[in-house]
């Protein structure tokens, strides 16, 4: 079994945590109630995973970690070049995530133009979704930025749901896909009321 360590840290959303291993992250966790929460989600995602120590972390958690904060204080920074271990996920994952990376802060795409950039169906959609369900790597692997057709939210299985994924596009000032820059592009994205 690989050795695994962890890490929590608060940001401007709450406490996020990075896990990674000797070839790179392979596991983060957007905020869950508080510490105590996170880090027994953490206990079951990530079993025999240790905390590290805060003064011993390996250069490219440190980065990853302040690239991350960052992010979710509104900074523009760009996070698609922090290494990631995906070694073991399903190859159609793979594409999904690679696409989904590669979407830029502040931008989205749908589900089904996810599909129609890895060379699958528009109806390949409810795939795609499926796999940014199952994302072990969020925020790094923004499936955050990808919305359902017409500019719905589509789901989100992190903690706090479509609340969360409303926040952190609001942070990133996101417009939905082909949607020009406008007027009021520094104004935060409302959450729509629920009927």
């Known amino acids: ?4 360590a962890h890490i929590l840290f608060d940001t401007a959303i709450g ?3 990075l896990v990674w291993g000797p070839d790179g992250i392979v596991g983060a966790q957007l905020p869950e109630g508080g510490p105590e929460q996170a880090g027994a989600r953490l206990a079951r995602r990530f079993p025999g995973a240790m905390a590290a120590a805060e ?3 390996p250069p490219v958690i440190s980065e990853a970690r302040a690239r991350i904060r960052a992010l979710m204080a509104g900074e523009a920074v760009d996070i ?5 271990d995906l070694a073991g996920l399903d190859p159609f994952a793979l594409q999904v995530y690679a696409v989904t990376r590669a ?3 502040g931008e989205t795409l749908t589900y089904g133009t996810v599909a129609s950039r890895i060379g699958a ?3 390949a959609a409810r795939a795609v979704g499926q796999a940014l369900g199952n994302n072990p790597i969020p925020i790094l692997i923004p499936c955050h930025r990808v919305l359902a057709a017409g500019g719905g939210t ?3 299985s992190a903690p706090g749901g479509i609340d969360t994924k409303f926040r952190i596009l609001a942070i990133e000032q996101a417009r939905t896909e082909n949607e020009p820059p406008s007027l009021f592009d520094q104004l935060p994205l409302a959450i729509k009321p629920r009927r």
């Open 1 to 4: 079994m690989t050795v695994r």
């Open 154 to 156: 589509g789901g989100f």
């Open 55 to 57: 003064h011993g972390l």
């Open 15 to 17: 406490a996020c945590a």
């Open 103 to 105: 979407i830029p802060r």
């Open 121 to 123: 169906p528009k109806e």
């Open 80 to 84: 698609a070049d922090i290494p990631l």
